[in-house]
């Protein structure tokens, strides 16, 4: 699986991105022949090759040819999204992230979301910064992203509507619909901005500590500003084994009905955990109740976290990481007198097995009217 690593040190900007973005391999030429469908004129991308503090990364900026809108409302920016030809995965990503910042600068202002105006980040060059982001994104295809915490910097910054505290009132409103980590050190002055960190928000997951992964190459992308500390936000990218680690939920409850507890394990399976299954047990008071197990992958936990949570009557969960070994698995199909029927086969080393998938026989079963027995007993001699 391909894993990205958002590594904010130094915060997080539109321009950040993308100039971690094209510093990993993505071609500037590529993304402003993207960024045209938006049928917007009057820029240029300008990817300079440079370096800060001793380390080589992109500066990316977002040239304006001549004078522009400045300020749009959210509607103005999404028809202008929705009537491109950008790829819809591309559009959808991009309006995602303006809701985050326009929800945002609603709650600010005390307006719908509707209504709400945009300056900084209704500009053209923060249009470009956003849409931009999400074209890379799309265009790496990575199957898991994460994000540190971000260092928001410190002091004050100066907007449209004057001189406000860092981290500025809209990107600390992204910042608490997110689960982000926020913490200032070393920089005087705004690092994190509300495009930056609606981009993050959207794209990655908050992992508080360096997440487990083979690393490959990094991107670093400038930002404009000269602060004590390098600025720039890393991107690693890497892979991860799809099999060796999976993740554990726990929780025990003794007030939920049977019919509860059967539509948990329903919600949990069709919203892609791996297993899920109760275990009696005997809790304080010695009260039965049963013990909840749930086993997903990683990129699903935050999901499965959320359903366990609302769905339950718990108040708390237990999770940890666990190592297992998986037999290398494939399919073939059989035809018998009585129809086709796959056959899952399992190898490890010298150890094979061939198992017929149950929902094909029990279709057998019921349309030929012979027993379950019957019909494993024939896919066996044929398998």
């Known amino acids: 699986m391909k894993v990205l690593f958002f590594d904010c040190f130094s915060g997080i900007s539109g321009d950040m991105v993308l100039g971690a973005f094209i510093d990993l391999g993505i071609d500037p030429a590529y993304l402003y022949a993207e960024l045209k469908k938006l049928n917007l004129s009057g820029f240029r991308i300008e990817a300079e090759s440079t370096m800060k503090k001793g380390i080589s990364g992109t500066r990316c900026h977002v040239v304006l040819e001549a004078d522009h809108h400045h300020h749009r409302h959210f509607n103005d920016i999404k028809e202008i999204i929705e009537n491109s030809t950008l790829s819809d995965e591309v559009k959808n990503t991009a309006l995602a992230i303006f809701m985050r910042v326009a929800v945002a600068e609603g709650k600010v202002h005390c307006v719908p979301v509707e209504r709400v105006h945009f300056h900084e980040v209704g500009a053209l060059d923060s249009i470009v910064d956003i849409v931009g982001a999400a074209i890379c994104y799309h265009a790496l295809k990575p199957d898991l992203v994460y994000g540190s915490r971000i ?4 002091g004050w910054v100066r907007c449209a509507h004057g001189l406000l505290p860092v981290p500025a009132p809209a990107t600390a409103e992204i910042l608490c619909e997110s689960n982000f980590e926020m913490y200032s050190k070393a920089i005087d002055g705004e690092s994190a901005t509300p495009t930056g960190v609606a981009i993050l928000a959207e794209l990655a997951t908050y992992s508080p500590t360096t997440p487990s992964f083979i690393p490959e190459k990094t991107g670093y992308g400038f930002g404009g500003k000269d602060f004590g500390i390098l600025n720039a936000l890393r991107i690693i990218q890497g892979r991860k084994s799809e099999s060796n680690t999976i993740m554990v939920v726990e929780t025990n409850v003794d007030d939920m009905t049977g019919e509860m507890a059967g539509y948990v394990l329903e919600v949990l399976l069709q919203s892609g955990a791996l297993d899920a299954f109760y275990t009696p047990v005997y809790m304080k008071k ?4 049963i013990h909840l197990t749930v086993l997903c992958v990683e990129a699903k936990l935050e999901l499965i976290e959320s359903i366990v949570l609302k769905e339950t009557s718990t108040i708390g969960i237990r999770k940890y990481p666990v190592e297992r070994t998986c037999m290398h698995r494939h399919f073939k199909k059989i035809t018998t007198p009585l129809g086709e029927v796959t056959i899952k086969i399992s190898q490890q080393g010298d150890i094979t097995r061939a198992t017929p998938e149950y ?25």
């Open 151 to 154: 260092n928001v910097g410190s």
């Open 286 to 289: 010695n009260r039965p109740g």
């Open 359 to 383: 929902e094909d026989v029990k279709k057998i079963a019921r349309e030929s009217g012979k027993s379950l027995w019957e019909v494993l007993e024939m896919v066996e001699k044929l398998k």
